[in-house]
């Protein structure tokens, strides 16, 4: 069983930066498959970025590539992402996942991950 739990929401101007951590319990993250999704307000939940266990390979959304970083330090059981440019379309919940069936690739498919956090709230204003 994992737990994981997300940090670093906030409330910033469009073009600003957060940082999100998702710190995980009760197993060492090193054997997980990691992923970020989010969801905003009357919307599906969508796919973020992902990121395979050693870290050597990581997936983005067009949406975000070239201003999101995700990264892990499996020592400190906790992944990652750094936002950058920040535009208010960008508001949503974000929630961290991990998976315990993905190994050495990555996934944007939400069914294969197991243990999700409760979510961050992410604002951007114009």
């Known amino acids: 069983q994992v737990q994981l739990v997300e940090s670093g929401g906030g409330l910033v101007q469009a073009g600003g930066s957060l940082r999100l951590s998702c710190a995980a319990s009760?197993?060492?993250?090193?054997?997980?498959?990691m992923g970020w999704f989010r969801q905003a307000p009357g919307k599906e939940r969508e796919f973020v970025v992902a990121?395979?266990?050693?870290?050597?390979?990581?997936t983005y959304a067009d949406s975000v590539k070239g201003r999101f970083t995700i990264s892990r330090d499996n020592a400190k059981n906790t992944v990652y992402l750094q936002m950058n440019s920040l535009k208010p379309e960008d508001t949503a919940i974000y929630y961290c996942?991990?998976?315990?069936?993905?190994?050495?690739?990555?996934?944007?498919?939400?069914?294969?991950?197991?243990?999700w956090g409760q979510g961050t709230q992410v604002t951007v204003s114009s």
């Open positions: 996942a991990a998976s315990q069936s993905i190994i050495s690739r990555t996934s944007l498919n939400p069914i294969e991950y197991d243990y």
């Open positions: 009760g197993r060492t993250l090193g054997r997980n498959a």
């Open positions: 990121i395979n266990r050693s870290g050597s390979i990581t």
